[in-house]
């Protein structure tokens, strides 16, 4: 069982930054994937970043030069850096783990960007 808890969720206006972070209750050392997803309200829940273990992050077009995805093993954290945001980056933002061939959800936190 994991259990993931995001926050840094908010209301920043347009061409600002926020950073997101996800807790995880278990050693992320064992985690090879994790990534963030968002869903904004009647879209499809869509990836926004992944990392691997001691790799570098993959993003979806929409957020390449703008996001950046890291994450601290040592802690248990996974984070989001999202700089420039647009109102059509506003969404409920989860953190995925898959462990043990079984995803993972936090309860996810919003972003909400002003133009």
């Known amino acids: 069982q994991v259990r993931l808890v995001e926050s840094g969720g908010g209301l920043v206006q347009a061409g600002g930054s926020l950073r997101l972070s996800c807790a995880a209750s278990?050693?992320?050392?064992?985690?090879?994937?994790m990534g963030w997803y968002r869903q904004a309200p009647g879209k499809q829940r869509e990836l926004v970043a992944s990392?691997?273990?001691?790799?570098?992050?993959n993003y979806a077009d929409s957020v390449k030069g703008r996001f950046t995805i890291s994450r601290d093993n040592a802690k248990n954290m996974v984070y989001l850096q999202m700089s420039s945001l647009k109102p059509e980056d506003s969404a409920v933002y989860y953190c995925?783990?898959?462990?043990?061939?079984?995803?993972?959800w936090g309860q996810g936190t919003q972003v909400t960007v002003s133009s």
């Open positions: 995925k783990a898959v462990y043990s061939s079984i995803d993972y």
């Open positions: 278990i050693s992320i050392f064992s985690i090879r994937t």
């Open positions: 990392i691997v273990s001691h790799g570098t992050g």
